[in-house]
């Protein structure tokens, strides 16, 4: 669904703040396990767990979409104990990076990576708390934020929220000049991409059953935005 060159990526040419998305995997596998790494995880995982530890229940299943290279899902399950975290995508590549990461750190509250794209249904989830969701939307054609909430409608009982973190517009502006460049990058790559503008996405969201919760700013001109389902 979306292209591995950018998927949990530092992003290309234009992210001048280093964290617009999450990061493509830059130095390849740790040694032959697999472990691919993307070095913006290692920048935003503090400050998106800060958040997470405020806005996720204290137990249950929590659903990441498009986890990446694993990197978040390890570290987040360590520090969200008793939460199960299930991490997700698309790339067997990534899947495989999720489960090596996962083995390395030793961590028994993340289940196996599944393989899910936001656009195919019915998902392959039979339950879920929470959804988390790190640098998806942008960087990817609209239809997968339609996916994303659509999944998340049938999935997700009353007062479950849903996560999104990534870079986004407000009032149909940019938040800082590096993000227009990054944007500007993305359509050049692919004009379905795009920095999406959050009246949109609220727009989207209350479409499919969800409100908005709160929207922290967050480093590196991101938000943090969360929805609890209605």
């Known amino acids: 669904m979306t292209d591995p060159r950018y998927h949990d990526a530092l992003g290309p040419a234009g992210a001048s703040d280093g964290d617009t998305a999450s990061g493509a995997p830059s130095d390849g596998p740790s040694g032959a396990d ?3 790494h993307a ?9 998106i767990l800060e958040v997470l530890m405020r ?4 137990d249950g299943t929590v659903l990441e979409i498009a ?4 990197e978040h899902a390890a570290w987040f399950a360590q520090h969200l104990r008793p939460l199960v975290w299930q991490p997700s995508d698309a790339d ?8 090596a990461h996962a083995r390395a750190q030793g961590v028994r509250t993340i289940q196996p990576a599944i393989e899910l794209d936001v656009q195919r249904t019915p998902w392959p989830v039979h339950r879920a708390d929470a959804i988390v969701c790190i640098n998806l ?16 409608e049938g999935l997700l009982g009353a007062g479950a929220p849903l996560l999104l973190y990534g870079p986004f517009k407000r009032a149909g502006r940019h938040t800082a000049d ?4 990054f944007d500007a990058s993305l359509r050049a790559s692919d004009p379905s991409w795009g920095v999406r503008d959050l009246d949109d996405v609220d727009g989207l969201a209350a479409s499919h059953g969800f409100q908005p919760q709160d929207v ?15």
């Open 216 to 230: 922290v700013e967050m480093p590196a001109n991101n938000l943090l935005v969360a929805y609890v389902k209605g």
């Open 92 to 99: 067997p590549e990534m899947r495989a990076s999720i489960d």
């Open 178 to 181: 590096s993000n227009a460049r």
């Open 67 to 70: 986890s990446g290279t694993g």
């Open 137 to 152: 939307i942008h960087i990817a054609p609209w239809a997968a934020a339609q996916g994303l909430f659509a999944g998340a």
């Open 39 to 47: 070095p913006a995880t290692q920048r935003n995982r503090g400050p």
């Open 55 to 58: 806005l996720l229940p204290a």
């Open 34 to 36: 697999g472990r691919l």
